[in-house]
T-cell receptor, first 113, second 116 residues
Framework: GAGVSQSPRYKVAKRGQDVALRCDPI?????LFWYQQALGQGPEFLTY????????KSGLPSDRFFAERPEGSVSTLKIQRTQQEDSAVYLC???????????FGPGTRLTVL | AQKITQTQPGMFVQEKEAVTLDCTYD???????LFWYKQPSSGEMIFLIY??????QNATEGRYSLNFQKARKSANLVISASQLGDSAMYFC?????????????FGIGTKLQVIP
């Protein structure tokens, strides 16, 4: 079956622009996670959804970051007024349950100029 | 709070040899899970192996095995018969299992290079 997919794979934005990153989880997976991975670092948790409910957004670095999953499937991570420090790879993961193994997508590499 | 420590920034191994990647962890949770992921240059995080804190035996998945030493709080990954395709970043991670949902914490990773 299909794995987690993310689009776009690469995004270049000028400082101050808004960006939207999309994640398609594995079909039937109720839990969805977003991570930010800076160069040379491990992934850092951003936010977690159980179906359409955002149950944990404690990792979002600022109020410029917003995530949604309106129908409990596809999720979008939006970053408003991008800054250079937002440059990173954004990884999406899904699991069949909140405690189950997470399966990751290929990530979106965001570069803010 | 949870913490994962990977002290080897880079490792080299000869093709067909075995290699051990170190991971130590710290948590106050009595029940937890430990994971290893592989991240090739393409960027995707690939799940390799899982160990539960109460599992009686060390986990194995093909050429991957997890050397779990609970008293030492270590969860080292052993890759046997290394292949060129094993060259990648390897991340150790953990999640507490008590009290419902808990986020996954990752280490900083170890870069493995397999030499022909």
């Amino acid at each position: 079956g299909a794995g987690v997919s993310q689009s776009p794979r690469y995004k270049v934005a000028k400082r101050g622009q808004d960006v939207a990153l999309r994640c398609d989880p594995i079909s039937g997976h109720v839990s969805l996670f977003w991570y930010q991975q800076a160069l040379g670092q491990g992934p850092e948790f951003l936010t977690y959804f159980q179906n359409e409910a955002q149950l944990d957004k404690s990792g979002l670095p600022s109020d410029r970051f917003f995530a949604e999953r309106p129908e409990g499937s596809v999720s979008t991570l939006k970053i408003q007024r991008t800054q250079q420090e937002d440059s990173a790879v954004y990884l999406c993961a899904s699991s069949s349950d909140r405690a189950d193994t997470q399966y990751f997508g290929p990530g979106t590499r965001l570069t803010v100029l | 709070a949870q913490k994962i420590t990977q002290t080897q920034p880079g490792m080299f191994v000869q093709e067909k040899e075995a290699v051990t990647l170190d991971c130590t962890y710290d948590t106050s949770d009595p029940s937890y899970g430990l994971f290893w992921y592989k991240q090739p240059s393409s960027g995707e995080m690939i799940f390799l192996i899982y160990q539960g804190s109460y599992d009686q035996q060390n986990a194995t998945e093909g050429r991957y095995s997890l050397n779990f030493q609970k008293a030492r709080k270590s969860a080292n990954l052993v890759i046997s018969a290394s292949q060129l395709g094993d060259s990648a970043m390897y991340f150790c991670a953990m999640r507490g299992l008590s009290g419902g949902y808990q986020k996954v914490t990752f280490g900083i990773g170890t870069k493995l290079q397999v030499i022909p």
